[in-house]
């Protein structure tokens, strides 16, 4: 049986075709397209009308924190940094400062802001013990085999520089942030990632601050 379509109901179904396509990456171009200016703004001088407080009074000018408890934003990959806007939004994270805020915040809010941030060029930080230090730096290098925890560098990369809309920068980030981050995931407050969960519970909490203190050093 012969199912082929006439010429001009094919010619038809073509047309249909590559319009769709020329809307579809229309619709994508305009939900991908973030204005790093917009960010600045709102990063730097809030939304008082929507009760959006300046960023940079708890992260920095140019997202570059100087409270430790406080992450250093800048250089942060932009797809990781909207993740846990919207993170704060659901019920993955909780923070009595951040979840209102994020609630608070549109789509385009967080991805003007994530850009900017983004953009901006990281302050390097300092490992502090170096007694924890070479532990921290060979746990991140290859992992520990006898806990089954692998190395931080296979997804954060060697540098630390992390993999754009997969894994985080970590390079120079503050110890008592990224310590207070393990431990969450380590008890399960934090869930946005299953898989840290489950490599941070086989951890010990002076294996937890070795590597955040390696961290703080890379760059």
Avoid: W
Avoid at 116 to 121: D, T
Wanted: proline fraction near 5%; aromatic fraction near 6%; hydrophobic fraction near 35%.
């Amino acid at each position: 049986m012969n199912c082929a379509f006439p010429p001009i109901l094919k010619s038809f179904f073509v047309a249909l075709l590559v319009v769709g396509s020329m809307a579809y990456a229309s619709e994508e171009t305009k939900v991908a397209k973030a204005d790093p200016a917009k960010g600045e703004s709102l990063y730097t001088n809030g939304d008082s009308a929507r009760s959006i407080p300046a960023c940079v009074s708890c992260h920095g000018s140019a997202g570059n924190s100087t409270i430790s408890q406080n992450p250093k934003l800048a250089g942060q990959h932009e797809a990781y940094l909207v993740k846990q806007l919207n993170n704060f939004k659901g019920t993955d994270r909780s923070n009595p400062i951040m979840t209102p805020y994020a609630k608070a915040m549109t789509d385009e809010d967080m991805k003007n802001v994530a850009v900017y941030v983004g953009s901006q060029a990281p302050k390097q930080g300092a490992a502090k013990n170096k007694e924890l230090v070479e532990m921290g730096k060979k746990i991140y290098r290859a992992g520990i085999a006898e806990k089954n925890v692998p190395a931080c560098a296979g997804c954060h990369s060697p540098n630390g520089a992390g993999i754009p809309a997969q894994f985080p920068r970590l390079a120079g980030q503050h110890q008592d942030y990224t310590v207070a981050q393990l431990t969450n995931f380590h008890s399960g407050a934090r869930k946005g990632s299953l898989q840290m969960v489950a490599i941070a519970k086989r951890m010990s909490k002076e294996e937890i601050e070795a590597v955040a203190d390696y961290v703080a050093g890379l760059k």
